[in-house]
């Protein structure tokens, strides 16, 4: 029950952030307001980090395989492309397609346990219920 209230409070802030983003872009621009993201976002952590654990930084160049360091540049991409989408599609529409992918690419990591991640058997069920969430896009942004 705990990570279903983590997800949906992820969401709720992966809205509200690409609103505020996207407002604080109208003001400076998209690469200044992105930056402006990663580096509270990294305040953030260093000032939680301080007061918590105290994990080794040093642990950071034992990661294997050295791509999995790639989620801050991947990061700077999300923001970059919450912004463009919440600008061009407004906030409903660009996160109802964002959960669409998510979703998708997500299902496919499993499928085929890349990354790390444990393969999963393919479940029509769960292809069912990402054609029914497209199809509900659709009735979504109907006009």
């Known amino acids: 029950m ?29 690469w200044v307001s992105n930056g402006w993201v990663q580096f509270s976002a990294l305040m953030v952590c260093l000032a939680v ?31 970059w ?20 992918a998510q979703l998708a690419v997500s299902y496919i990591i499993e499928l085929f346990g890349m990354f790390g991640m444990e393969k999963e058997p393919f479940d029509w069920r769960k292809l069912g219920g990402l054609v029914l969430a497209v199809i509900g896009i659709t009735i979504f942004q109907w006009e």
């Open 2 to 30: 705990t990570g279903f209230i983590i997800a949906l409070l992820s969401g709720a802030l992966m809205s509200v952030q690409g609103v505020f983003n996207t407002q604080v872009t109208k003001t400076t621009g998209v």
């Open 81 to 100: 492309t919450v912004i463009k989408s919440v600008e061009a599609l407004g906030p409903a529409k660009s996160a109802l397609l964002i959960v669409i």
């Open 49 to 79: 980090w301080f007061f918590t654990g105290r994990d080794s930084i040093a642990a950071i160049g034992k990661v294997e395989p050295k791509y999995m360091l790639l989620g801050g540049v991947i990061g700077a991409g999300i923001t």
